[in-house]
């Protein structure tokens, strides 16, 4: 499975990006997909899973109200929309593949993107 990030970018605090996660795999609409996120001289921090139907959705306390995931199975593709954004949010964006279940720890996760940069400059 390989998994592309991208759309991240420079934005000013308040503004809005949307992040997308295109898969490979043929089984994408099977998998549990999320976004994690890495600031520099931090951990790898969760931000949100969904379930491969769509209708399961979970979220950092830090994101909730202002980002929301999603995903379009017949495109193979998981969005991150982030509303507010906040000088905070600057990091590294990774979206990640469960072969099965989901969870909300990196080790629950089996597949990675290579990742996309997201500044918020106040």
């Known amino acids: 499975v390989q998994l592309q990030a991208f759309g991240g970018g420079l934005v000013q605090a308040g503004g809005s990006l949307r992040l997308s996660c295109v898969a490979s795999?043929?089984?994408?609409?099977?998998?549990?997909m999320a976004w994690f996120r890495q600031a520099p001289g931090k951990e790898r921090e969760f931000v949100a899973v969904?379930?491969?139907?769509?209708?399961?959705?979970v979220y950092a306390d830090s994101v909730k109200g202002r980002f929301t995931i999603f995903r379009e199975n017949a495109k193979n593709t998981m969005y991150l929309q982030m509303n507010s954004l906040k000088p905070e949010d600057t990091a590294v964006y990774y979206c990640?593949?469960?072969?099965?279940?989901?969870?909300?720890?990196?080790?629950?996760?089996?597949?990675w993107g290579q990742g996309t940069q997201v500044t918020v400059s106040s």
């Open positions: 795999a043929r089984t994408f609409a099977s998998n549990s």
């Open positions: 969904i379930g491969y139907s769509g209708s399961s959705t």
């Open positions: 990640a593949s469960a072969l099965a279940g989901w969870g909300t720890a990196p080790d629950d996760f089996d597949y």
